[in-house]
């Protein structure tokens, strides 16, 4: 059996995971602010599982900054933690190797393993209260990228430089429209909001030259209401050097990086 934690910036997700990547156990809890408090309250919801051994563990965090030759998670997007020792402290938590990693490259080896018999190059983008953005090509994460996300990327927005997540993400379409993307259903606003999440994208597809990108987190979710859409903006862009790649929405969107966190811990120790 395999352990998944997905830590977000407002909600951890812990479960338990077969040899096939089935959960079979999972507990939802609130993400303490205080980094021990985190560890105490995971210890807890771990002691409620049925599952006492594991084989490894996958661990999936919204780390800008990680010392992975440590196992540090140095800075936090929507945490006030700083440089702490989380691959250390959750080894003796499960007794059991961890496999640490940004949510959103785990999030992309999940999405890369659903799409692996058509595309060997994926970037997957993560629209929720930030952009997460990680790149997989035959099937090993590229730890070069996405780290920080869209929140230093900039783009050109009202005349303004101003940071791709700033304009894009799904905390800035809140703040914009008054709505979250669920509530969204009119094609002005998606053309809007597809118009501003090209932007962003065109500079990752001229960078990373992607076969594929896979759009996930909560805004993922609702891919079918503005694919159509964004396909459109980054067709506008194409040059005979760079052409727009396929388009996908996630095919787990909320539960990418739990998943990830399965396969990568799987893809490290699953032979040891």
Not at 41 to 63: S, W, Y
Not at 138 to 166: C, F, K, Q, T
Not at 220 to 225: I, L, S, V
Request: with cysteine; net charge negative; glycine share 10%.
């Amino acid at each position: 059996m395999y352990a998944g934690v997905d830590i977000g910036g407002t909600k951890v997700l812990a479960a338990v995971l077969d040899e096939h990547g089935q959960i079979t156990e999972q507990l939802k809890f609130p993400t303490p602010q205080n980094y021990e408090e985190f560890l105490d309250v995971l210890a807890k919801a771990v002691a409620n599982f049925k599952t006492r051994e594991f084989i490894a563990a996958g661990v999936g965090m919204p780390a800008t900054s990680i010392d992975r030759h440590e196992g540090r998670g140095l800075t936090f997007s929507n945490l006030p933690w700083l440089d702490v020792p989380i691959q250390s402290d959750l080894e003796k938590l499960f007794h059991c190797p961890v496999a640490l990693e940004n949510d959103a490259k785990l999030g992309a080896l999940s999405e890369y393993n659903m799409l692996k018999s058509e595309f060997t190059k994926v970037l997957y983008i993560t629209v929720s209260t930030g952009i997460g953005i990680g790149l997989v090509e035959d099937g090993l994460i590229d730890h070069s990228v996405g780290d920080s996300g869209g929140r230093i990327m900039y783009i050109e927005h009202a005349g303004n430089l101003v940071p791709w997540e700033s304009v894009a993400s799904g905390h800035a379409i809140v703040e914009r429209f008054g709505k979250k993307a669920m509530d969204i259903r009119d094609d002005d606003t998606w053309k809007i909001i597809a118009h501003d999440l090209s932007r962003g994208m065109i500079e990752l597809i001229a960078l990373t030259e992607p076969q594929v990108i896979v759009i996930g987190g909560s805004v993922g979710t609702y891919f079918d209401r503005y694919g159509k859409f964004l396909e459109a903006e980054l067709k506008k862009f194409e040059t005979p050097l760079v052409k727009a790649p396929a388009l996908r929405g996630a095919a787990r969107p909320e539960e990418a990086v739990i998943y990830g966190c399965y396969d990568y811990a799987k893809q490290l120790y699953g032979n040891a």
